[in-house]
């Protein structure tokens, strides 16, 4: 009976999907152009008030390029999304963008609500 169970338990770690976070809830705008992207392994969020926060801690914006090319070595066929409040400043998503870009992703999306 105790085997049954281990091998349930098993199962179940190995088929649940893991929901990845970025560790903070932003206000995200609505697009109607939006579409679902399927899988992300790196999550950035940009708060309204300039923070930037990447795997559940708040990162200076300096080192988003070496947050990224660490998750990137564990991952190399990560994307990223970045995850911007409606209200934040444009010059700090360019520069997270550009971060992203200068640590050898090419596929960086915006994430927005569906309209």
Not at 2 to 31: C, Y
Not at 51 to 57: A, C, F, P, Q, S
Not at 100 to 115: H, Y
Request: aromatic share 4%; hydrophobic share 50%.
């Amino acid at each position: 009976m105790l085997d049954v169970v281990f091998i349930m338990l098993i199962f179940f770690i190995v088929t649940a999907s893991f929901v990845m976070e970025a560790g903070v809830q932003v206000n995200r705008p609505s697009a109607i152009s939006a579409e679902k992207k399927e899988s992300a392994s790196i999550l950035i969020a940009s708060t309204e008030n300039d923070e930037i926060w990447i795997d559940k801690r708040s990162v200076d914006v300096r080192t988003v390029r070496a947050n990224i090319e660490r998750m990137r070595s564990e991952n190399p066929k990560g994307t990223v999304v970045v995850q911007a409040d409606k209200n934040s400043r444009n010059g700090l998503l360019v520069k997270v963008i550009d971060a992203a870009k200068q640590a050898g992703v090419a596929d960086v999306a915006i994430s927005a609500l569906k309209e």
